[in-house]
């Protein structure tokens, strides 16, 4: 897992889902019973106080992007939360931004205060269209990220954000990355999904893709197992005529 991360379903909809899905794998106590939102996009307040070339990445101003670019502004400078202005232009979907700024010579791989890249960024927005654009600049889809030392793909296996998934595999993103509570990202998509059509997607496109469907969990526990346990019978269809 790579945080808890916010998507359409809003914050308090995915936190009960998670704990949820943390509950019924016995992991809610391991990292508190109330985790925190990890990924921090800017805030209205924070966005409305940016200036120079923060404020030009968030608005998608090119003009005053190159302008404070003139006039020696760090591309890669950082805000209070560590992020750059590649980073806010990535949660601002800011495209023409993000394009001036890797011209300019803007880290592609650089890390926020949570641990994040611009790929992440965009995966866990299901924002496609600027995950393609990074990709295609030359981000990288195998960085690991995030206090739980996992990855872009298993961050959106874990939202089932199919079609960012099925991006993200194109990309060479590694398939059977364990991270740090020791789930991949099929088990994400099992342990921290909700069985529903996204999910199966998700599930589907890393079994097309290869992933090792016998690594598993810190108690043995397979994605297939936890298909069966947690009742997802789509899933478990899938997982049962996956090649062996």
Do not use: C, K
Request: net charge positive.
């Amino acid at each position: 897992m790579t945080g808890i991360h916010a998507d359409s379903a809003g914050p308090s909809a995915l936190r009960r889902r998670v704990l949820a899905g943390w509950a019924a794998v016995g992991l809610v106590g391991l990292v508190g019973a109330a985790p925190a939102f990890a990924q921090v996009p800017p805030s209205a307040a924070e966005a409305a106080a940016y200036t120079g070339l923060f404020q030009a990445a968030q608005r998608g101003d090119l003009a005053a992007l190159q302008g404070a670019l003139r006039q020696g502004a760090p591309v890669d400078a950082r805000d209070a939360r560590g992020r750059t202005p590649l980073h806010v232009a990535t949660h601002a979907r800011q495209g023409e931004a993000i394009r001036a700024l890797v011209a300019a010579g803007a880290r592609l791989d650089a890390l926020d205060a949570d641990r994040y890249d611009a790929v992440t960024i965009a995966a866990v927005a299901d924002d496609l269209p600027t995950l393609s654009l990074l990709l295609d600049l030359g981000a990288s889809a195998r960085l690991t990220t995030s206090r739980y030392d996992g990855t872009a793909l298993i961050a959106a296996a874990h939202l089932g954000h199919d079609t960012v998934v099925q991006r993200l595999i194109r990309a060479g993103a590694p398939l059977d990355h364990v991270n740090n509570l020791h789930w991949t990202a099929a088990i994400e998509a099992v342990v921290l999904g909700d069985g529903g059509p996204r999910h199966q997607r998700t599930l589907a496109a890393l079994i097309a893709a290869g992933a090792d469907l016998r690594l598993a969990d810190r108690q043995g526990r397979t994605p297939l197992d936890l298909a069966r346990a947690r009742g997802y019978r789509e899933m478990v269809r899938l997982l049962e005529a996956a090649p062996r």
